[in-house]
C-alpha cells in the first residue's frame, strides 16, 4: 500500500539517470577540459589520451568502458552493469556532442571553476547512485579488485587508482591540473557527503493515538523501524491514548506521515532534529 508502484520507480529511476548523466557531461565535456583541470580515475585517462592523441573524450570513455564492463558484470551484477553501461553510453555521447552545440566559455579562475565542477559532478552523480548506477570507470575495477581481495581495502584500492592517473595527469599537463583537480575531488566529496546526510539525518518521531497496534504494526513492516509506546493520558480531553515514539531518516518523514494520516486522522505528530542516535539503529541508503 505504501511502496511505490514499480511503474513509478521506473519513472524516477529514469528521470534521474537522465539529469544524472546530463549534468556528468556537463562536468566532462564544457567544464574540465575548456579550463584545463585535470581528474582520476577514468575520465583523468581519458583527458590524458586526449591531449596526447586528440582522440574525443567521450568515445575515449566509452571505449575504455568496454573491457571493464566484460569483467564487472561477473562480480556486480547485470542490473547494475546495465545501468551503469546505459550512463556511459550516453554521456560518451553527451560529451562530445555538448561542446559543439554549447561552445564553452573557459572561466577565467581556475580555482572557481574546479569548485564549480566539484558541485555539478557531485550533485549528478548523487543522482545517479540514487538511481542504483554509476559513471563506471576505474570504480568498477576497484569493486572487482576488492571483490577477489577482501583483505584489502575499498577506499584504499579506490585512492592508490587515483595518485596513479594524478601522476599520469601531472606528467601530461602540469602540477596546476594536478591542483585544481585535487580542490575539485575534495568540493565533489563534500557535496555527496551534504547531500547523503540530508537524506539520511535521523528525526525522533512522537505519535499521539488511539490506533497505536495499527500504527506500530505498519510501521514495521513497511519502514522497518522499531516503535516503543507508552501510555498517555490527554491533558485536556482526560482521554487515554498511547504514544509512539520512532526515530526514523528525513526521506522516510512522508511516508511516515502517510501511515499515521491513513490509519488515524485524529492522530497528533511531532517531529524534531536529534543530534545522533546510539544503538540499534540502521542506517537505510536512499535509492528509489
Known amino acids: 500500500m505504501y511502496a511505490k508502484s514499480r511503474k513509478r520507480i521506473a519513472v524516477e ?14 562536468f566532462v565535456g564544457l567544464l574540465l577540459k575548456p579550463n584545463e583541470i585535470g581528474s582520476g580515475g577514468i575520465v583523468g585517462i ?3 589520451i586526449n591531449e596526447l592523441f586528440g582522440t574525443p573524450i567521450g568515445f575515449t570513455q566509452l571505449v575504455l568502458n568496454i573491457p571493464l564492463f566484460i569483467v564487472g558484470i561477473k562480480y556486480l551484477g547485470k542490473r547494475f552493469i546495465l545501468m551503469t553501461g546505459l550512463v556511459v553510453v550516453l554521456s ?14 573557459p572561466l ?15 550533485l549528478g552523480l548523487a543522482l545517479l547512485l540514487f538511481a542504483g ?5 576505474l570504480d568498477i575495477l576497484g569493486k572487482v579488485i576488492y571483490t577477489n581481495n577482501r583483505n584489502l581495502s575499498l577506499p584504499k584500492i ?6 596513479i592517473v594524478y601522476v599520469l595527469v601531472f606528467i601530461t599537463f602540469d602540477i596546476k591540473a594536478v591542483m585544481y583537480a585535487l580542490v575539485l575531488s575534495f568540493v565533489r566529496s563534500r557535496t555527496l557527503l551534504t547531500i547523503h546526510r540530508f537524506f539520511s539525518a535521523q528525526k525522533q518521531c512522537f505519535i499521539i493515538c488511539k490506533k497505536s497496534d495499527e500504527i506500530n504494526l505498519v510501521i ?9 509506546i507508552m501510555d498517555a493520558i490527554g491533558g485536556y480531553s ?10 526514523v531518516q528525513n526521506n522516510e518523514i512522508p511516508k511516515l506521515r502517510q501511515i499515521v494520516s491513513d490509519i488515524d486522522s485524529e492522530a497528533f505528530i511531532t517531529v524534531s532534529e536529534i543530534d545522533s542516535v546510539v544503538g540499534n539503529f540502521k542506517e537505510h541508503s536512499y535509492t528509489l
Do not use: H
Request: charged share 15%; aromatic share 6%; net charge neutral.
Open 238 to 247: 482526560n482521554d487515554s491514548k498511547k504514544m509512539l515514539y520512532v526515530v
Open 108 to 122: 577565467d579562475d581556475p580555482l572557481v571553476a574546479s569548485v564549480f565542477s566539484g558541485i555539478v559532478s557531485g
Open 220 to 228: 514495521k513492516q513497511n519502514l522497518k523501524r522499531g516503535v516503543t
Open 46 to 48: 581519458t583527458l590524458i
Open 13 to 26: 529511476t529514469t528521470l534521474f539517470i537522465i539529469a544524472g548523466t546530463i549534468l556528468q557531461s556537463i
Open 158 to 163: 579506490f585512492l592508490t587508482q587515483d595518485i
Open 133 to 137: 548506477a554509476s559513471t563506471g570507470g
Open 92 to 105: 560518451s555521447i553527451l560529451i562530445d556532442t555538448l561542446p559543439v552545440l554549447i561552445p564553452p566559455t
